[in-house]
């Protein structure tokens, strides 16, 4: 089972695409790698921009592919590399059976044959698979120095712009609360729709895209709750949306503000920020959850605890992609471990991470989750003292029962103090509610939890 160099060269859409996979045969780009010789077939998982890797995978026979990067090139940088180390380095790849997301592919798709070897009729496209590999013209000194400071004249000149048209919006966006609050809740409930869709548009307008997303997702919310719940609901996004344009206009700067009302850091001006937080640690996947939002992107959050702690420590990977890219049938996977290093975005606060370098394994016993040492509202205020406009955080709780009221609705009910939380869950496995279960995992708001994950001496972990 082999592939040559010419035959990823024919399959490379253009020379941009072999350039860009060769800066991709890095080791620490790569935590994965495996073949199967009975499938004939490659897979990986590299490491790209986004926090969750690149799931590709490849037939080195009929050379059909698929990647989970949202890429508009077929195949992809990713799958390039990809076949581009085993055709240099099959040894590397380590044997085994395809993993699960593997195998839904190749049971799904169907064999292109022999017209995939690039022989078809498509336009000639001038490539050359060796010439990756020649450097790029150098500057002199002089030339590099004047290239990074007109780079950094652009950028402060982009930002300087960018936050007065942020301050306008904030602004005008103050003066909408205002009139919400004017006009009366009531009115608003029945118009949210419509009313938070054209502020959206104003702040969209205005480069405050995060408020903007946020914002627009608040009927959602609202919908996800009974009646009677909702005013308050409002009332409190509306007070956490006003603390939050405070925040910005009082400091434009602020790391926190800024993510939340205009754009997230990319991760090389994370990783370049010497104050840049770092931990090591053997990394659980405790619950996902994936949404499409009405801005036409999927929301892919995937929730970590440190199993090397003995008190918990969060981490949330943070993934958005378009919505006409297609579902992504794999993540990180329930129960799934990432064994490596995170690096957390800068925060008073810090949740959101990304990894840096780490393995994928599956999980080998029942460990038990670490064992939060306060509850969950002392857990919350405090969250909320950090970061005043946060959402939600993440807790465990310790041993307890889900159980439903006589309308249905299911609420956490503990063993170990008077604590009864309702859940936002509507429906969940037909295992739990009654069962004995020693921990669980949930996002908290401050009135609902959403269960993610529990821990069950008789089922182990089970995701909800």
Request: with cysteine; aromatic share 8%; charged share 25%.
């Given at each position: 089972?082999?592939?040559?160099?010419q035959?990823?060269?024919?399959?490379?859409?253009?020379?941009?695409?072999?350039?860009?996979?060769k800066?991709?045969?890095?080791?620490?780009k790569?935590?994965?790698r495996?073949?199967?010789?009975?499938?004939?077939?490659?897979w990986?998982?590299?490491?790209?921009?986004?926090?969750n890797?690149?799931?590709?995978?490849?037939?080195?026979v009929?050379?059909?592919?698929?990647?989970?990067?949202p890429?508009?090139?077929f195949?992809c940088?990713h799958?390039?590399?990809?076949?581009?180390q085993?055709?240099e380095?099959?040894?590397?790849?380590?044997?085994g059976?395809?993993?699960?997301?593997?195998?839904?592919?190749?049971?799904?798709?169907?064999?292109?044959?022999?017209?995939a070897t690039?022989?078809?009729?498509?336009?000639?496209?001038?490539?050359?698979?060796?010439?990756a590999?020649?450097?790029?013209?150098?500057?002199?000194?002089?030339?590099?120095a004047?290239?990074?400071?007109?780079?950094?004249?652009?950028a402060e000149?982009?930002?300087t712009?960018?936050n007065?048209l942020?301050?306008a919006?904030?602004?005008?966006?103050q003066?909408?609360?205002?009139?919400?609050l004017r006009?009366?809740?009531?009115?608003?409930?029945?118009?949210a729709?419509?009313r938070?869709?054209?502020?959206?548009?104003?702040?969209?307008?205005?480069?405050?895209?995060?408020?903007?997303s946020?914002v627009?997702e608040?009927?959602?919310?609202?919908?996800?709750?009974?009646?009677e719940h909702?005013?308050?609901?409002?009332?409190?996004?509306?007070?956490?949306l006003?603390?939050?344009?405070e925040?910005?206009l009082?400091d434009p700067?602020?790391?926190d503000a800024?993510?939340?009302?205009?754009?997230?850091?990319?991760?090389?001006?994370?990783?370049?920020?010497?104050?840049t937080?770092r931990?090591?640690?053997?990394?659980?996947?405790?619950?996902?959850?994936v949404?499409?939002?009405?801005?036409?992107?999927?929301?892919?959050?995937?929730?970590?605890?440190?199993?090397?702690?003995?008190t918990?420590?969060?981490?949330?990977l943070?993934?958005y992609?378009?919505?006409?890219?297609?579902?992504?049938?794999?993540?990180?996977?329930n129960?799934?471990?990432?064994?490596?290093?995170?690096?957390?975005?800068?925060?008073?606060?810090?949740?959101?991470?990304f990894?840096?370098?780490?393995?994928?394994?599956?999980?080998?016993?029942?460990?038990?989750?670490?064992?939060?040492?306060t509850?969950?509202?002392?857990?919350?205020?405090?969250?909320?003292?950090?970061?005043?406009?946060?959402?939600?955080?993440?807790?465990?709780?310790?041993?307890?029962?889900?159980?439903?009221?006589?309308?249905?609705?299911?609420?956490w009910?503990?063993l170990?103090?008077?604590?009864?939380?309702?859940?936002?869950?509507?429906?969940?496995?037909?295992?739990?509610?009654?069962?004995?279960?020693?921990a669980?995992?949930?996002?908290?708001?401050?009135?609902?939890?959403?269960?993610?994950?529990?821990h069950?001496?008789?089922?182990?972990?089970?995701?909800c």
């Amino acid at each position: 089972m082999d592939i040559s160099l010419q035959v990823i060269q024919n399959l490379a859409p253009d020379q941009a695409s072999l350039n860009a996979a060769k800066k991709l045969i890095k080791p620490g780009k790569w935590p994965m790698r495996g073949k199967s010789a009975a499938v004939h077939s490659i897979w990986g998982q590299c490491q790209g921009s986004g926090a969750n890797p690149y799931y590709t995978m490849a037939d080195v026979v009929d050379h059909g592919y698929k990647c989970t990067c949202p890429s508009r090139k077929f195949p992809c940088k990713h799958v390039l590399a990809l076949l581009w180390q085993f055709a240099e380095e099959a040894e590397k790849f380590t044997d085994g059976e395809p993993p699960e997301w593997v195998q839904e592919w190749l049971g799904r798709r169907r064999k292109s044959g022999a017209a995939a070897t690039a022989t078809d009729d498509k336009p000639t496209v001038s490539k050359n698979i060796h010439a990756a590999d020649t450097p790029e013209t150098t500057l002199s000194a002089a030339e590099q120095a004047k290239k990074e400071a007109d780079k950094i004249r652009r950028a402060e000149q982009n930002r300087t712009k960018t936050n007065t048209l942020i301050t306008a919006g904030l602004e005008e966006f103050q003066q909408w609360i205002d009139d919400q609050l004017r006009t009366g809740i009531a009115g608003f409930l029945k118009e949210a729709s419509a009313r938070c869709r054209r502020i959206a548009a104003r702040l969209v307008d205005a480069k405050a895209a995060a408020l903007a997303s946020r914002v627009d997702e608040l009927p959602a919310k609202l919908r996800q709750l009974e009646n009677e719940h909702r005013p308050a609901a409002v009332f409190k996004e509306l007070g956490q949306l006003i603390l939050l344009s405070e925040a910005w206009l009082a400091d434009p700067e602020d790391a926190d503000a800024r993510r939340a009302v205009a754009t997230t850091e990319t991760r090389e001006q994370v990783l370049a920020h010497s104050q840049t937080l770092r931990r090591q640690g053997l990394w659980e996947n405790v619950g996902e959850k994936v949404e499409t939002r009405r801005d036409g992107l999927i929301s892919h959050s995937t929730w970590l605890v440190n199993m090397a702690t003995d008190t918990p420590e969060f981490a949330l990977l943070q993934d958005y992609y378009p919505a006409s890219a297609g579902k992504r049938e794999v993540g990180l996977g329930n129960g799934m471990q990432l064994k490596g290093e995170l690096a957390y975005y800068p925060s008073r606060l810090p949740l959101r991470a990304f990894a840096v370098e780490y393995q994928i394994q599956t999980r080998v016993d029942d460990q038990p989750w670490p064992v939060s040492n306060t509850d969950v509202w002392t857990h919350y205020q405090r969250s909320l003292i950090q970061l005043p406009w946060q959402e939600q955080c993440p807790y465990l709780l310790g041993k307890g029962r889900v159980l439903a009221d006589a309308e249905g609705r299911y609420w956490w009910c503990s063993l170990t103090d008077d604590n009864r939380l309702p859940l936002l869950n509507h429906s969940l496995p037909s295992l739990l509610p009654g069962a004995l279960l020693q921990a669980a995992f949930i996002t908290w708001n401050g009135r609902h939890a959403e269960l993610f994950n529990v821990h069950s001496e008789q089922w182990g972990r089970l995701s909800c």
